[in-house]
């Protein structure tokens, strides 16, 4: 059987790059990665991946890349994540919008004029999630999106609605609703979680403590991804649809914070409780004296809402329909991308 | 008579106190047994049945009358095997094959066994054992044809192991070995159990297409039976913690014991409390399968023990000195929320689960994976009793809600005259009550008329200071 041409934009970002080697691993699939970047340094690049620099916001470049690649299935993660306090202001929503759902229009248009026959897209958890001030418990994909109340959220509601519209019976489109990502080169969750250490933040405890929230390890969803792929090619039974996709095994965030800095060997020493409304009041005037000072703080009140309610989600749909199972457990997930930190920053102090 | 130390726990315990009482005064039992209608080896089989279960013979007795006799003959029968396993007196060759063929017994008018040593706590069970056979023979074919099932595999896997030496020098070597034990003294009696309910029609069918529900079930109480009783099995001189968990922290079993091993030691039982706890959701599971209040209570009840069990367990060094038990007040709680319903049972587990994870410490080797187990019985509990539904979109409602939002309507209409109706109805008994009240005193001999006279001469008083002040504004005013 001739191998399957896959197309992955974003395909030397930190999910991108682990779609890719997947789909390697898979063995048939004729790969090619476009991305606005080529393979960074000193990551590992794959002979057998044809990789093409172009631009999601260029729709000449995307036509270019695609009538060469001619894919049959693409996989679209391209995406801009609005960081810290971005995450919770309306600043630069144009931007992020652009890219996100602009981005997601053009790749849509692309594929179905290059005569691709499906697309798999990285829809994000914060579709329905992102209601900050809302508890959600084990929700499953009849919740309704469009209620989220951040910039990235809603970008992300709105292109997952675009994607799921353009499904039709020669073009079938399916969303995966990922959870926080983290992974070895994870290039946020893991990296500020050790960052609490070396500001002393270890021993505040936000909240009750007792919510639950859910995380993805990069890998997990990486195989979801070539399930998704699969599915669309053979059965359809995807088409349409989103799923929610996590390591399925939802924590408090106070525990997964615990077991990151377990692993560069902190253990707090003492552990203080902040109620939520002082808390929040804590926030409020950290907020004041950054803009006043210009500095940067880890307190927010948007931040607060996300450290103190319950975010978890069910994956009883991708299991049933995607046959997905999260094969590398949170513990081990952890212990194997703090691994490879240790070493990164371990070589980085040589140097 | 409770001891003194206990009195003053309760009095410085007052709601376990009213557990217990509200437990002893209000409990009916779902089913009661008819004395009446039992035969004398019947009744003698109620006599051993209290005799050698102290927790199970309660809501044993309370069982629907359907499986009340046949369940009590299979906990009496698995007893009788225990007892030959158990007695170290019984050289190997005897012992055997009385384990192997025990199920044959059973059909064996007059067996009885008298070779257990004078100190087998229950050896007079065997020595009238006579009475489970005459009874076990009047049961229904269907119900004999189980236990003899599960007698035959309990007892063939107990002769495996007690002819494997190395148990009695090393105790349980791998994870797995501990979980076969168990399966052959717990899960294979949750499998009979099963079977016996779902014959009777007391649980759905269900239950036997998930054979690893009724698994958990039985590995759920004999785990967390073998970690409670470290210390006791060890002045044993048995052992059921498996070596591949503790010689992760201990080179030797005994160092355990160790004072200054109390870090390891916590460690050790935090891991075998892991196991334990990711049963958990499927006995909740499990249980959503039963059909009949009796059978569910004698279900529920033991496994709200358990979880109970594992909490006072948990991250507790005195579990290496002596036996740790959940209090009296607490047990009673346990019982009465789980003589209820699921929906109690799961909020109990909730409640452990929670407190365990609130224990949960940061330096264990397995801290997050106690709280993955943890987060797992929540979010299991959250899938069959969900707190919240998907929220309506105002903006794009269907017919159907819209019919809904009139019923809502109506409904809140009805409610608005049920309020109104209620306060006149509150209103109009005050004024009867207090009249009739009134006219009682008044057919006594009450002076109103006196009263009243008084009341008004004090009132008068009472104003007439007030008007004594208020005469002089007057004045005052008409100075100007």
Redesign the interface.
Known sequence: MAPIKVLVTGGTGFLGSRIVEALIEAKSFEITALDINPPALGTQSYPEVKYVRANVLQQEELRKAFSEARPTIVIHTVAVIPLGDARYSTKGKEAVFEVNVGGTRNVLNVSKECGAKGLVYTSSVTVVLDELEV?????DE???T??ATTTYGQSKAAAEALVLSFNTSDFLTCALRSAVLFGPQDPTCIPILHGCIARGETPFILGEG?N?QDYAYVCNVADAHVLAVRNLLDSGTAAGEAFFITNG????AR??C??VW?EFGH??SFQVRIPEGLAWWLALGMERLTWMTGSKSTLSRGMILDVTKNR?V?I?KARRVLGYEPKV???EA?RVSCEHFKQRWSEQEKR | MPSPMSLIYYAFHPTELRSIIQWKVWHNPVHERDESKETDALKRCFYFLDMTSRSFSAVIKELHPELLVPVTLFYLVLRGLDTVEDDMTIPLETKEPILRNFQDVLEQDGWTFTENGPDEKDRQLLAEFNVVVEEFKKIKPAYKTIIKDITKKMGNGMADYVRNAEHDTNGVNTIKDYELYCHYVAGLVGEGLTRLFVEGGLATTELLKRPVLMESMGQFLQQVNIIRDIKEDHVDKRRFWPKEVWSKHVDKFEDLFQPENKEKALSASSEMILLALNRADDCLYYLAGIREQSVFNFCAIPQSMAIATLDVCFQNHELFKRNVKITKGEACQLMIESSQNLQMVCDVFKRYT?KI?QK?N??DPN???I??AC??I??FI??IF???K??V?AKHKSPASLAEEARLKKEAEEAKWDNIYMALAVVSTITVITGLMLFIAWLAGARFDVAFVQFKEQMGQLLGIGQASNATAPSGHSEL
Request: proline content about 15%; overall charge neutral.
């Open positions: 508890d959600f418990k084990n929700v009849t919740w309704p469009g209620r007792t639950l095994e939802p924590v408090t525990d997964i615990i077991a377990k253990v707090p978890y069910s009883a457990s949170l513990p952890m | 929670r994870h949960n940061p330096h801290f997050l994976k709280s993955i987060g797992k929540e979010q959250e899938t969900p707190s919240q998907p929220p979109d």
